[in-house]
Nanobody
Framework: QVELVESGGGLVQAGGSLRLSCAYSGRTFANYAMGWFRQAPGKEREFVAA????????YYADSVKGRFTISRQNAKNTLYLQMRSLKTEDTAVYYC?????????????????WGQGTQVTVSS
């Protein structure tokens, strides 16, 4: 069974930065793609970023491209999301997701385990 535990969320002013972490356990982390998704109140869960199993390919939603960076440390079984130049519209619960294969994907249906989420609130 895979367990994903997010941390690093919080309250930040617009223009600020946060780094989210996702601690992974249960399988061989280095074999799987990982992703970040987010869900704002009253909205569907949406793709934010993804990374392939080795970290050589990354994928971003247009809304975060150039501001967010996804990375992973396979030796530490940890996934990261560095968020810069945060905007109020980035406010959401952010979820770490475990890919069902090694390639990154934009689709939530290609992820089979999810963390509990961490709240990110960006104030104006």
């Amino acid at each position: 069974q895979v367990e994903l535990v997010e941390s690093g969320g919080g309250l930040v002013q617009a223009g600020g930065s946060l780094r989210l972490s996702c601690a992974y356990s249960g399988r061989t982390f280095a074999n799987y793609a990982m992703g970040w998704f987010r869900q704002a109140p009253g909205k569907e869960r949406e793709f934010v970023a993804a990374i392939n199993w080795i970290g050589s390919s990354t994928y971003y939603a247009d809304s975060v491209k150039g501001r967010f960076t996804i990375s992973r440390q396979n030796a530490k079984n940890t996934l990261y999301l560095q968020m810069r130049s945060l905007k109020t519209e980035d406010t959401a619960v952010y979820y770490c997701a475990h890919g069902s294969g090694g390639s990154g994907s934009y689709s939530r249906w290609d992820y089979d385990y999810w963390g509990q989420g961490t709240q990110v609130t960006v104030s104006s």
